[in-house]
């Protein structure tokens, strides 16, 4: 079945450090690939999306490239800021859309100053 | 504008006792899901219901049980509260038409059961 297995945390990182957050995926046909933020004590938020193979989702400087070859999409940021920590979740919509949304266990970010 | 509002914020009970969270959705979206988020961080999916019908009822006890008046609410009743109930609890919604799967996420209710 479709699945998503994500980089255990937690990472500390300096500020201004560089973020690689892994997420590869099982999915049957063409998934759509999300990233979630979770901020302390607050709900989840969608960070960025891509919807087919080489798509790349950004936002707020994170970015993530659809990679159909490695079944990869993994999160990176040039830049963290002491801001940025949180939860990361990386998630696929499998074949009924929406319906069925597959999240990972979640990757802890604490970045420090 | 709350776009995906849940009450209440905290939930705090004893063992045994029967409880409602409720969630509102000003998206105009068709489907509304509930997430119950373990103390590790693990989001699963518990009910999903379009247009006020169940679609989606993964393995949970029959103790929890989803209400929806309308497509715009989803609410959560629990019955005999066990302490393995303690989690966060997650609304959120879509719309039918974005065939993309993106989900919009309430602020959560956290549960406590003593």
Same mark, same amino acid.
């Given at each position: *079945?479709?699945?998503? +297995?994500?980089?255990? *945390?937690?990472? /500390?990182?300096?500020?201004?450090?560089?973020? %690689?957050?892994?997420? %590869?995926? /099982? #999915? %049957?046909g063409y998934p759509s690939l999300f990233w979630y933020v979770q901020y302390p004590g607050e709900g989840l938020q969608l960070l960025l999306k891509a919807t087919k193979a080489d798509d790349k989702g950004s936002n707020k400087g994170f970015? #993530? +490239?659809?990679?159909?070859? +490695? %079944?990869?999409f993994h999160l990176e940021k040039g830049s963290v800021q002491v801001s940025d920590s949180a939860v990361y979740f990386c998630a696929l919509s499998g074949r009924t859309g929406a319906n069925n949304l597959f999240f990972g266990t979640g990757t802890r970010l604490t970045v420090i100053p | 504008d709350t776009a995906v509002s849940q009450t209440p914020k905290y939930l705090v009970t004893q063992m045994g006792n029967d409880k409602s969270i409720k969630c509102e959705q000003n998206l105009g979206h068709d489907t509304m899901y509930w997430y119950k988020q373990d103390s590790k961080k693990f989001l699963k999916i518990m009910f999903s219901y379009n247009n006020k019908e169940l679609i989606i009822n993964e393995t949970v006890p029959n103790r929890f049980s989803p209400k929806s008046p309308d497509k715009a609410h989803l609410n959560l009743h629990i019955n005999s509260l066990e302490l393995g109930d303690s989690a966060v609890y997650f609304c959120a919604s879509s719309q039918d038409g974005d065939r993309f799967g993106t989900q919009y996420f309430g602020p959560g209710t956290r549960l406590l059961v003593l």
């Amino acid at each position: *079945g479709d699945s998503v +297995t994500q980089m255990e *945390g937690p990472v /500390t990182l300096s500020e201004e450090a560089f973020l %690689t957050i892994n997420c %590869t995926y /099982t #999915a %049957t046909g063409y998934p759509s690939l999300f990233w979630y933020v979770q901020y302390p004590g607050e709900g989840l938020q969608l960070l960025l999306k891509a919807t087919k193979a080489d798509d790349k989702g950004s936002n707020k400087g994170f970015e #993530a +490239t659809y990679r159909k070859e +490695t %079944t990869s999409f993994h999160l990176e940021k040039g830049s963290v800021q002491v801001s940025d920590s949180a939860v990361y979740f990386c998630a696929l919509s499998g074949r009924t859309g929406a319906n069925n949304l597959f999240f990972g266990t979640g990757t802890r970010l604490t970045v420090i100053p | 504008d709350t776009a995906v509002s849940q009450t209440p914020k905290y939930l705090v009970t004893q063992m045994g006792n029967d409880k409602s969270i409720k969630c509102e959705q000003n998206l105009g979206h068709d489907t509304m899901y509930w997430y119950k988020q373990d103390s590790k961080k693990f989001l699963k999916i518990m009910f999903s219901y379009n247009n006020k019908e169940l679609i989606i009822n993964e393995t949970v006890p029959n103790r929890f049980s989803p209400k929806s008046p309308d497509k715009a609410h989803l609410n959560l009743h629990i019955n005999s509260l066990e302490l393995g109930d303690s989690a966060v609890y997650f609304c959120a919604s879509s719309q039918d038409g974005d065939r993309f799967g993106t989900q919009y996420f309430g602020p959560g209710t956290r549960l406590l059961v003593l």
